[in-house]
């Protein structure tokens, strides 16, 4: 590998990290900070990118479609949390499981219903439809690049809500003792809801972002569970800051696995996921 | 209280035979076709065109086969492999069909398959690529109307290493049918002189191509030449557009690249080539008078998956046709078929020894929604059935 191709897988690296980052987001909260285990991430990346597909085609334009579509997705994970995983705090995990596994059986089946089995395609906006030129015959989309800024800047923001905003100090100390916060007189059922619906919206603006990149398709949320669980497992199930380091560890492995040891670029993300867990069982960085 | 019940049962019992006595009678008089193809998941439209194509030649053949009425037994196999041996011995054993159609995924195709030859039950499969299937998997009771993974890819290498390209770079998912392309790829485009500088492979379903478009347009090959299928198709095309190397280096693939998601990848895949046994812009009569039927019963355009579902049918009607109507003449009905020349709408074929189609395998260009034919690359290509023993 030369050293112009090193620096532009690099580049595909991180740009990739970013975006599985972005993905992996809403679970990290959803999971980590609630406890749920919601496998039915990957369908509200699925809804989010069909949205993005239905929206887009109505209003001509990506841009209208995510600004239409977030708070549609907030009050959709709003509604699921008060009709469904209201009830779910105090019972075991594996009921969790079910309702979410079934969440996705559902979903898939109205998405078929709905807007039916075909793949599709969302254009780009125009004004980031265009590309830079790396090499002579290689140049790269604008596109990516904005998706790459844009999770950069949710990374930030997400941090700077649950480490320094008064909500956020409430979020945390509901993780760590649910009953004292309620002792204290703040109704943490409001903000489980609020959390909830956050983490639909992250999911639901990852597909809506990805949708133009990676075509619109059934069952195309399957594609982004496993790999989601296993960056918040890998960056501390809980933690921001570690799900955004899992991330790009994640994006370069398997980069630069699929380039240096073709054959095994199917485990090396779960190679670098065990050694890891053997070096620190809790994740990279804990709670925080 | 115990003598009732034993009255009851007696009464059921009775009741049951003579229901199953009135069954086997009408069963002598229809010929049993049992329809095992998706209907749901990833494959569902694939599957449905096949069942409208078999039910479209039964209707213009007056609703019937070999002069009996067909009686429909429809399986949704899921594409899921692990309940294939399930879903098909239900069909052969409780619904005691004379013909077994399908399927889409070659994995649930060869758990049929292995059914099909254990049960001695006619097969025929309507879309499978899997080179097994008419390989050394081959079985008097198998057949296919559709191609084999080899055949498209094989006709790619003979027209690229004809262009006088030298230096090709291959990608695919890590799974038999892709790698089965590359190899059918591999084999014509080396023995006409050409070389693969690269061959690339990736899990499947992942899709993210971009590490490779570098490594691409690093090498700077002649061409690239790949399989992928379905939504990964349609995102690879667009990666590749979008990263500016569709206008300096030409991207080359079995037809499964473009067929059916040209609207998904949004002009990304104008002008490309792709070789496959069904065209859009067919000259011949019979394909003109198919696609018009199809398109006024089903208010659907046809593609290569309902041609596929319509030869099925044609191959067992001249098969039960050779055995004077009878479903239960097997031997009869696999010579009828063996020796059958079918008019499909892609074009005459016979089939191989293997039974396989050996068919016109078509270079065609994308313009705008469709894969237009531009020639006949291989005429009567046969695939070489290598391991089959029959």
Redesign the interface.
């Known amino acids: 590998?030369?050293f112009?191709?090193f620096l532009?897988?690099t580049l595909?690296s991180l740009?990739?990290g970013l975006l599985l980052f972005l993905v992996a987001s809403g679970l990290t909260l959803v999971f980590g900070i609630m406890g749920i285990i919601n496998l039915a991430h990957g369908s509200f990346y699925m809804i989010g990118a069909y949205l993005a597909f239905v929206l887009t085609s109505a209003t001509g334009s990506l841009v209208l479609a995510v600004v239409l579509g977030i708070p549609l997705a907030l009050a959709f994970g709003a509604f699921l949390e008060w009709a469904l995983f209201s009830h779910l705090y105090k019972r075991d995990h594996l009921e969790q499981v079910l309702l979410t596994y079934g969440l996705i059986l559902i979903f898939e089946q109205l998405r078929?219903l709905l807007v039916g089995?075909?793949?599709?395609?969302v254009?780009i906006p125009a004004f980031l439809d265009a590309?830079i030129?790396l090499?002579?015959?290689?140049?790269?989309?604008v596109?990516?690049l904005a998706i790459s800024a844009i999770c950069i800047v949710l990374a930030v923001a997400l941090y700077y809500l649950i480490q320094r905003t008064r909500l956020g100090m409430m979020i945390r100390a509901g993780n760590d003792d649910r009953g004292m916060v309620e002792a204290l007189g703040i109704n943490i059922n409001m903000i489980y809801r609020v959390v909830f619906a956050l983490g639909v919206a992250l999911a639901a603006l990852a597909g809506m972002l990805a949708a133009p990149?990676?075509?619109?398709?059934?069952?195309?949320g399957s594609?982004v569970l496993i790999i989601s669980f296993v960056i918040v497992v890998i960056g501390g199930i809980g933690s921001v800051w570690g799900a955004l380091v899992a991330a790009l560890i994640v994006g370069f492995a398997?980069?630069?696995g699929?380039?240096l040891v073709?054959e095994l670029?199917?485990i090396v993300v779960y190679v670098v996921m065990a050694v890891v867990l053997l070096w620190r069982p809790e994740g990279i960085l804990k709670k925080g | 209280m115990k003598s009732t019940f034993k009255l009851a049962g007696n009464l059921a019992l009775t009741l049951a035979l003579a229901a199953a006595g009135i069954g086997a009678a009408n069963a002598a008089d229809k010929v049993k076709v049992g329809l095992m193809l998706p209907y749901t998941g990833t494959y569902a439209a694939l599957g449905t065109a096949i069942t409208n194509g078999f039910k479209q030649f039964v209707d213009e053949n007056g609703g019937k086969l070999g002069g009996r009425e067909v009686e429909y037994f429809t399986v949704d196999d899921e594409s899921n492999p692990a309940k294939a041996t399930e879903n098909a011995k239900k069909l052969v054993s409780r619904d005691k069909v004379d013909v077994l159609v399908g399927t889409v995924h070659s994995g649930v195709a060869l758990a049929m398959a292995k059914v099909a030859r254990d049960t001695k039950t006619l097969m025929i499969v309507p879309n499978a690529g899997a080179n097994e299937l008419t390989g050394p998997l081959c079985s008097p009771y198998i057949f296919r109307s559709s191609f084999s993974a080899w055949q498209p890819s094989y006709a790619m290498g003979e027209a690229l290493a004809k262009k006088g390209i030298k230096n090709v770079a291959t990608v695919t998912w890590k799974y038999s049918f892709g790698e089965e392309s590359v190899a059918g790829f591999k084999e014509a485009f080396e023995k006409g002189g050409g070389k693969l500088v690269k061959e690339m492979t990736l899990p499947f379903p992942n899709v993210e191509f971009q590490p490779f478009l570098t490594e691409i347009a690093a090498a700077k090959p002649d061409a690239v030449f790949v399989f992928f299928a379905g939504a990964g198709a349609a995102k690879f095309v667009a990666d590749y557009a979008a990263a500016g190397l569709k206008n300096s280096i030409p991207l080359y693939g079995p037809g499964f690249l473009t067929d059916g998601n040209l609207g998904a990848m949004g002009g990304a895949g104008e002008g490309l080539l792709t070789t496959l046994h069904y065209a859009d812009g067919l000259t011949h009569a019979k394909d003109a008078a198919f696609r018009t039927k199809y398109a006024t019963t089903y208010k659907l355009q046809p593609d290569v998956y309902a041609v596929q579902g319509y030869d099925a049918a044609q191959m067992y009607e001249a098969g039960l046709k050779a055995a004077g109507g009878d479903p239960e003449k097997q031997e009869e009905i696999i010579k009828g078929m063996e020796s059958a020349k079918i008019d499909s709408p892609r074009g005459a074929f016979t089939l191989s020894k293997a039974h396989n189609p050996v068919q016109d395998i078509y270079m065609r260009q994308v313009k705008g929604d469709q894969n237009v034919m531009l020639e006949v690359v291989s005429k009567g290509l046969e695939d070489p059935a290598r391991g089959c023993k029959m």
């Open positions: 590998m030369d112009a191709s532009i897988q595909n740009q990739y078929s089995d075909d793949v599709h395609g254009a590309s030129q090499t002579e015959v290689m140049s790269y989309p596109y990516r990149i990676s075509s619109v398709f059934p069952n195309m594609h398997d980069t630069f699929k380039v073709p670029s199917g």
